[in-house]
């Protein structure tokens, strides 16, 4: 999950090498699918329909 306060969004997107320190959080499936934007604010999913067991090598 990353998010930008600026324009009140919020995505999920598929895990792909490293995340870098203060770019977003790492959530698991069940909790990914439980999530809910703040009020006044937009989520995006942006994962594949099938999600990786692994990330993809960079």
């Known amino acids: 999950m990353s998010?930008?306060?600026s324009s009140r969004l919020?995505?999920?997107s598929d895990i792909e090498g490293q995340l870098e320190p203060g770019a977003g959080y790492l959530l698991?499936?069940?909790h990914a699918g439980r999530l809910s934007p703040p009020v006044g604010?937009?989520?995006v999913d942006r994962r594949s329909p099938m999600a990786r067991l692994f990330p993809v090598p960079a």
Do not use: H
Request: glycine letters at 0%; one cysteine or more; a negative charge.
């Open 10 to 12: 919020m995505w999920l």
């Open 41 to 43: 604010w937009t989520l």
């Open 3 to 5: 998010f930008d306060y």
């Open 28 to 30: 698991c499936v069940q």
